[in-house]
């Protein structure tokens, strides 16, 4: 019993925001002051809309049949004469509606009358006055509509422009592991070329050492003494040479090295960040997925 008494407030709330989604356009009747006197007015609340889209659209909603009169701006009031609403009535008829910015909303407020004295409300006629509503209603359906495809559009956009920073992401760690594999073939080549150039100068050490012993045996300032000095400076250059190239190796890997290290701190970095991206994505896929509810229940 404990357990039903739980459930049954949930489904209570439940319905009610059911309801509440499916039926959140509502028209009143209010009465207001206008251009022609203190008269009852549709005013109905149109959610996510801009005051410029739902102005030029109401122009364009109101104006039927063979009317060769436009919507005219008088102050704040939008006015239009002898417009064919026959739905409402098979005379012509005369509209003036205000339109402004309401909380997170666009309040759109239009009398009807068919001679500027008798104005469309629910104790002059009631069923000119259901009809009236629902003219309103669906022009606030639509732009309510139109707004939240333009929502749902800027969330897919938001969506679109994270995964695509997320596939921006994988590329760069995919970039990082190669750059770290073609460090470590550098490094493999050069590791190689060390113990190649080790070899060379141990034989060419051996070398200076022999031409040293070459060149003391032999009698100063005679012309074998010299080339035999010019042969012994030839080889020392070479050991230098040698030397010097594999400083240079053991340079360059200690750079392959620092640079893989730096790589691999970038893949720890993105890393992070991809799981960012996700967490984001979901999160942006659960929000498209409650517009798009938001629209299914438009009613």
Known sequence: MQHIKLIIPGIFILLVNLVFAQDSLNVSQVEKAMSHGTHIGFTIDIPQAKLKDVV?????????????????????????????????????????????????????????????????????????????????????????????????????????????EKEDLINDNEKSNKNISEYERKIDRAKAEIESNGSEQSKRRADVANQKEIVRSTTPKTETYDLEEKKLNSLEKELKKLEKQGENLHSDIDGWNSDIRSEKRKIEKTDDEIKEKKEAMSKQKDHVKDVKEKMLNIR
């Open 56 to 164: 030029n659209a109401w122009k364009k909603y109101i104006k039927r049949g063979e009317t060769k009169a436009s919507v005219e701006s008088n102050e704040d009031e939008y006015q239009i004469s002898g417009t064919a609403l026959t739905n409402i009535s098979a005379q012509p008829m005369n509209v003036y509606t205000t339109i402004k910015e309401a909380e997170k909303a666009i309040r759109i407020t239009s009398f009807f009358t068919e001679d500027d004295s008798n104005f469309i409300s629910t104790s002059l006629n009631a069923e000119k006055a259901s009809a009236t509503e629902k003219l309103m209603k669906d022009f606030a359906r639509m732009q309510y509509r139109l707004a939240v495809e333009n929502e749902l559009n800027d969330e897919t956009k938001n969506l679109e422009k994270l995964e695509n």
